[in-house]
């Protein structure tokens, strides 16, 4: 049993957590999966609550789920609870709306990169309180990557040196994401795309395998197999 923590920082941390996991296949809402017998939020903000810096953090639940998150986490730390939306972006904007006013740097972390250690968590906030607006952490794409046409034939091949995978947590000042969402017309997969939109900088640091999104069947077995890797060493 791992004891609750304390938050004692001037970073908030958003954490969407009301997806359904539709590609991982039936079994509830993700963020409520088991991974090494534990809920993938939990485990999620156990990291998140560890990292330099930070002082609160808000999940936006499964709105029928929002009693049992808050039983859940009571004993983890001291997180705040709301009914998450229909999309990624809509949680997010209701949890952003749960945040003190006297927290500027707003970090967004997806409860289904449950293994982000929080090394990257304080790495992102370190570098907003560095000066950045926006900031994202990044690994290099590993495959090649070809463009297709709908009709099956190969396009052409993509220069992957310039692409980079984006993982969470996203750092920003908070008025660049709230301006962000009050600003969006159409849906985005993560806040920095809309941030890109407003014509601010988004800056990159280094990202980490072991914040590895949870999205399909094989990624729980990857992070089954991290876990136990962790908790040996
Ligand atoms: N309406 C939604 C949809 C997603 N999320 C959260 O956003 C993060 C990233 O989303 P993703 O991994 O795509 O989760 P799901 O939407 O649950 O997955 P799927 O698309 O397979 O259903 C997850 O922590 C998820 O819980 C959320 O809070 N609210
Ligand atoms: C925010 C994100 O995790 C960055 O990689 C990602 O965009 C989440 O959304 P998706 O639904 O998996 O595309």
């Known amino acids: 049993m791992t004891a609750r923590l304390d938050l004692r920082g001037d970073v908030a941390v958003l954490v969407p957590a009301a997806g359904m996991g539709v590609r991982l296949g039936p079994g509830g809402p993700k963020a409520l999966r088991l991974l090494g017998g534990q809920p993938l939020l939990v485990h999620a903000v156990r990291r998140v609550a560890a990292a ?33 939306g229909d999309t990624r972006q809509a949680s997010v904007a209701a949890a952003l709306a749960a945040v003190p006013a006297n927290f500027e740097i707003i970090l967004v972390h997806d409860a289904a990169r449950a293994l982000t250690p929080p090394e990257q968590v304080a790495q992102v906030a370190e570098a907003v309180r560095a000066g950045h607006d926006a900031v994202i952490p990044v690994l290099p794409v590993v495959d090649t990557i070809k463009e297709v046409a709908a009709s099956g034939a190969v396009v052409g091949t993509v220069d992957r040196s310039v ?53 399909r069947p094989v990624d729980l077995v990857i992070a089954e197999a991290l876990l136990a890797r962790t908790l040996r060493t």
Do not use: S
Not at 54 to 81: F, I, K, Q, Y
Not at 177 to 202: C, F, I, N, P, R
């Open 52 to 84: 330099a810096g930070v002082g609160c953090v808000v999940v936006a639940a499964p709105p029928a789920e929002v009693d049992a998150v808050r039983a859940l986490l009571a004993g983890v730390a001291p997180a705040t609870v709301v009914a998450g």
């Open 163 to 215: 692409l980079r995978a984006v993982q969470t947590p996203q750092g920003f000042r908070r008025e660049v994401l709230a301006a962000a969402h009050a600003a969006a017309v159409d849906e985005h997969t993560d806040d920095a795309g809309m941030v890109e939109k407003l014509g601010v900088t988004v800056y990159c640091v280094p990202g980490d395998e072991a914040a590895m999104k949870i999205t």
